[in-house]
């Protein structure tokens, strides 16, 4: 299988895929993996959980396991209406388009989930009884959907959440080579009353995704015919698009040799209201002391990182963050200040929690 070495950087470990995923109903095929078969004996034990949409009772059924609640596949085809394909030769599913476009790969250790080739560290589909289930959170975190999910009565009812008005598309720098394929992907908006706020926010992102690639252009240059092949890979992810808000994080990835490859992360939030990218003190204003109470946090969380490798004094930039719901999730980048394999360091926080009470970090944005 190609690009072993990217795949190994971007899921730190997810191996090398393995048997493919039937279309039909969602069911794994004998003789698969034993990764995925042990996944099957692992997750023999859950509880049925009733699903519904708008409240609505649904044909499928979910699961809880290990304290999540799962759903399965098919839910998001016939009853959210996603588009679900599936490609025998990659062995990937493909569920959805846009900006919601997510791959399912089985591997030897996992069963991935990217949206918009942009890998999910930490969510991971799973084989539970033979039949592929997602998490939740995937919905709720990334795909515009909210669940509400009672315990009391194991019913599960999911509802599009109101999003801004606006169109977002996948815009693409590629070039097709053997020895150094470039493809990266990135988000562009358009619908906007304010213009020029519209032109601002894609040409930040853009710029961003422009300068990666031609840093990439100048390695591809001072490439040797006997090195390796090279690889230039890059996906985005929207995190929040409401209350006139935008949040997304792009990942822009490179190999040029040596054990693995690279990979960076960019976080933008934006104000649809006048096109500002915002730090995070913009969202913090109402807490005079947010920095000094959120560093303290966040030396705390990282010195207990098992791979930490020292130096953390406090924030030295105020954009590595991304909005989620009531949340903001601060990150830090690959050998920052942990090993790699660490990844990302990631930390959330609720808005409660670092805000006064009854304090929007949108008041003053809208």
């Not at 913009?282 to 130096?311: F, M, R, T, V, W």
Request: aromatic share 10%.
């Amino acid at each position: 299988m190609k690009n072993i070495k990217k795949k190994q950087a971007l899921t730190w470990g997810a191996g090398i895929m393995a048997a493919g995923i039937l279309l039909s109903g969602g069911i794994l095929p004998a003789g698969t993996s034993q990764a995925a078969s042990a996944a099957v004996k692992a997750n023999a034990e859950h509880s049925l959980v009733v699903l519904k949409v708008n409240g609505k009772i649904t044909p499928q059924t979910g699961v809880v396991h290990e304290g999540k609640v799962w759903v399965p596949v098919t839910f998001l085809r016939d009853s959210l209406g996603m588009s679900l394909t599936y490609d025998k030769a990659e062995k990937v599913y493909t569920i959805g388009k846009g900006t919601t476009k997510v791959n399912l790969s089985l591997t030897d250790y996992e069963i991935s989930i990217r949206v918009n080739n942009y890998y999910l560290n930490g969510y991971q589909a799973q084989n539970i009884n033979n039949r592929l289930f997602v998490p939740l959170d995937l919905l709720s975190d990334y795909l515009g959907y909210k669940g509400d999910y009672s315990a009391a009565t194991g019913a599960l009812n999911v509802v599009s959440k109101p999003q801004n008005a606006i169109t977002i598309k996948t815009e693409s720098i590629v070039k097709e080579s053997k020895d150094t394929p470039v493809k990266l992907d990135y988000p562009q908006i358009s619908g906007l009353v304010n213009a020029k706020a519209q032109q601002t926010i894609n040409d930040t992102i853009k710029q961003t995704l422009n300068k990666f690639a031609a840093e990439a252009e100048k390695e591809i240059a001072n490439r040797s015919s006997d090195d390796r092949p090279y690889e230039f890979d890059g996906g985005y992810v929207i995190t929040y698009n409401q209350d006139g808000i935008l949040s997304l994080i792009t990942t822009q990835y490179s190999y040029t040799g040596g054990a693995h490859g690279m990979t960076y992360r960019n976080a933008f939030t934006f104000s649809l209201k006048d096109g500002k990218r915002l730090l995070i003190g913009d969202l913090l204003k109402a807490n005079p002391n947010y920095k000094k109470e959120l560093n303290a946090k966040l030396s705390k969380l990282i010195k207990a990182e098992g791979g930490y490798l020292g130096g953390f004094t406090g924030l030295n930039t105020e954009k590595n963050f991304y909005v989620k719901d009531g949340k903001l999730a601060v990150f830090f980048q690959i050998y920052e200040y942990t090993a790699y394999a660490s990844g990302f360091p990631e930390y959330e926080f609720t808005f409660k929690e670092l805000l006064p009470d009854g304090s929007s970090p949108f008041a003053s944005l809208k």
